[in-house]
């Protein structure tokens, strides 16, 4: 189908009939064909177990839908169990040493801090954690200048940052902050969970040597499964962190056993598969990479635009940096009037009283479409939003 098929389509998405459903950078419901996907590979092992089961198939369906959106090789690609699999994979497959320099800030989610603070713990490294600033108007960023100013020093070992913070919507500029660590010989690792299958990411222009992203929100996906991209030419700086039978070339060469990893990213694939969750986020991938994601982008971000001029008029202060469209993500974060009190009592009165689900974060309220929301709903979001505040 179509985009201009798929938008408001209840038959498509079903969660249209219930709800009007803002949190895509939380969890997001499911599409018909990616249920449908899971409920036959669930039949299939009901009535024959792995019997005639293709278990190449649904793994190559994720690593090249997700290889495509983000202009990578399905060999750079490692399907992971969720963000935090793929983020300790890296940080604790690094060699690190006494003294190296992590860099990351304080607007990140806990996932992309607690597995640094371990491997800095194990090694004696330092952790260097830049603030976040408030502007003038309110926007609250991590300035670029602040984190290449913080990794300007010649013990900085990584640079590790989300593409879109997750408490702020801020969109990172990806390709400025991977040009100045490649120019240095800095690793660069980016957490794009709040950023896979809403936001173009060319992995090669951005310089960006780890990427991770857990498949249970914009991927449309389900919890269970992720994907871990690694540069090629940098694997070798990657130990696994863990293996197992999937990590070898050959997995099954039972009388002898031959411990030679894989060349691939394949290496950081270590057992039995989670094959429903794995078929889950492979259709959605799939469904987004038809699409298009410089398309998927214009329109939620055209949402985003729609509902943030809306709200601002109720006395709503717009957190998210808005001012162009490379700044903008898929995430709009506001505070209503009032304190962080007002900004939790609005998402709750929106999601119990009105069937509208937004997100409650950081003392703020989060409003996340995806591509298949219409301007209807949106306007129905602003006007209750409006509504409750007076």
Known sequence: MTMDELVGNVDAFPVLARRDYFNHAGVSPMPRAVTDAVRGFLQHFEEDAFVGFDFAGPMDKLRNAAAGIIKASADDIAIVSHTSDAISLVAL???????????????????????????????????VSVPETTTDTGEVIVREEDLLGACDDPRTKILAVSHVQWGTGQRMDIERLGAFCRERGILFSVDAIQSFGVVPIDVDKANIDFLQAG???????????????????????????????????????????????????????????????????????????????????????????????????????????????????GSVCFTPPGDAEAAKSLYETLSKEHATELASRCGRVRFAPHFYNTEEQVDRAVERVVTTLR
């Not at 607007?107 to 491997?119: D, Q």
């Not at 449309?220 to 863990?242: C, D, N, Q, S």
């Open 215 to 329: 498949g249970h929100k914009w991927m449309l996906g389900t919890m269970g499964a992720g994907v871990l991209y690694v540069r090629r030419e940098k694997i070798e700086l990657l130990h696994p962190a863990a293996v197992g039978w999937g990590s070898v070339v050959n997995p099954f060469a039972w009388e002898e056993i031959d411990y030679t990893l894989r060349p691939t990213a394949h290496r950081y694939e270590t057992g039995s598969p989670a094959f429903a969750p794995i078929i889950a986020v492979g259709t959605g991938l799939s469904m987004l990479h038809e699409l298009g994601i410089e398309a998927i982008h214009d329109r939620v971000t055209s949402l985003g635009d729609r509902f943030a001029a809306g709200i601002v008029e109720a006395g709503c202060t717009i957190v998210s940096p808005r001012g162009s469209t490379e700044q903008k993500s």
């Open 93 to 127: 497959g690094l060699d690190l040493k006494p003294g190296d320099r992590v860099v990351i800030n304080d607007g990140e989610y806990p996932a992309n801090v607690y597995p640094w603070t371990e491997a800095c713990n194990r090694a004696e490294a330092t952790l």
